[in-house]
């Protein structure tokens, strides 16, 4: 039986840990040796997924210092396992003694109870979003790694709510998407965004929305055949994510309206090099990259946890009325940007070690 906690083919993630546990951790196996260490960068992505003081984001502060327990000496990874912990400082468990026995909406209260018999655990336990610090530990690993290899990753949120920023699937560094405080690169939707937010946490309410993830320096040729297509794996990969409620690719959904002539990437060959004319497969035919530009959109549901009461049932299965307390965001997708990336690094990250074990120049 698979537990469900381990990520990877060649590189591969296990996640432990609960959100009010002592720590959340990973262990990341496959990684290359003689990879120095990028501190900065671990820090960088963490700060990103973070809290940071914003009215719709939890005021719960963590401060997600990395233990690195095996694997690496001398700041240089040795291709052994790369054991971390990140210990939990902050978390107010008591502020769920008043939810501790009844299915709170949205939350995995009800299905964890049905899987495992148990109560449900404060914070989420490991359903929580916590435990997504860890993804971005072992996703700084690979996309540090990835950018040695000339490919980098950029997510960045394209809506939230009903607000749509203009020119989304496009590439923006990283100075254009941490500029903006809800991590969009468009600043009038930006600036539409934050009074959006404002509102939704007056309200005591949640709000959803999109990160669109591109790939910019992906060689052509990544991705296995049939399942392990290179849209499979990211796929996988984000969904996993909490909250992550579907995920598409170039156009996507907005394709079914466009007819084969119109979709269809064309060819050509300039000075020697296969290129294409357009870009509406978002990087990706028959599940392997072909050298474009790679553009994936992420869907995110609204956060479970509102402050507005809200009916549901206890554990004995009587009807109750509750409002939930505790510390929680009205909206979390500016935060999960940096998750998809670091997911994204580890799907990719694995592929192209797959793609190099055909022994072909890369």
């Known amino acids: 039986m698979a ?35 990028h501190h900065a960068l671990i820090s960088e992505m963490l700060k990103q997924r973070a809290p940071g003081g914003f009215s719709h984001e939890t005021s719960r502060a963590e401060t997600d210092i990395v233990e690195f327990l095996s694997g690496i000496e001398n700041d240089k990874t040795l291709g052994s396992p790369v054991a971390f912990i990140i210990r939990n400082m902050d978390a107010h468990s008591e502020d769920y003694n008043d939810t501790k026995n009844v299915f709170r909406p949205g939350h995995a209260d009800y299905t964890y109870h049905r899987k495992y018999g148990l109560l449900p655990q404060a914070g989420g336990g490991r359903a929580s979003g916590r435990e997504t610090a860890a993804r971005v530990v072992a996703g700084a690993f690979a996309l540090d790694f990835l950018r040695s290899k000339g490919i980098d ?24 998407v941490q500029s903006s405080a809800v991590r969009c690169p468009d600043q009038a939707a930006s600036n539409q965004i934050e009074i959006l937010l404002k509102e939704i ?7 959803g929305g999109c990160i669109t993830t591109t790939v910019s320096g992906l060689p052509a ?60 497969s978002g990087g990706i035919q028959a599940g392997i990259s072909n050298g474009n530009l790679l553009v994936m959109n992420t869907a995110f549901r609204p956060a479970s ?34 998750v998809v990336t670091a997911m994204a690094a580890m799907a990719i990250a694995d592929l192209w070690l797959q793609f190099k074990s055909y022994d072909r120049e890369l």
């Open 221 to 280: 040729g990544l991705g296995e055949p049939v399942f392990g297509k290179i849209n499979a794996v990211l796929s996988q990969a984000v969904m996993s994510i909490p909250g992550a409620k579907g995920v598409d690719f170039g156009e996507g959904f907005a394709g079914i309206a466009l007819h084969g002539s119109e979709y269809n990437d064309v060819p050509e060959n300039k000075d020697g090099k296969i290129s294409f004319l357009s870009n509406h």
């Open 3 to 37: 537990a469900g906690n381990t990520f990877g083919t060649l590189l591969k993630i296990t996640l432990f840990g609960e959100s009010h546990g002592a720590a959340v951790g990973g262990v990341l196996d496959g990684f290359p040796a003689g990879q120095r260490v």
């Open 201 to 207: 946490s007056k309200k005591k309410d949640s709000v």
């Open 153 to 176: 990753i950029s997510s960045y949120v394209s809506a939230i709510g009903s607000v749509k920023m203009n020119g989304a699937g496009k590439w923006y560094d990283e100075k254009a």
């Open 305 to 338: 946890s509102i402050g507005t009461p809200q009916h549901s049932v206890d554990f004995n299965g009587n009807e109750t009325e509750l409002t939930v307390s505790g510390r929680h965001d009205a909206c979390f997708v500016p935060r999960a940007a940096v």
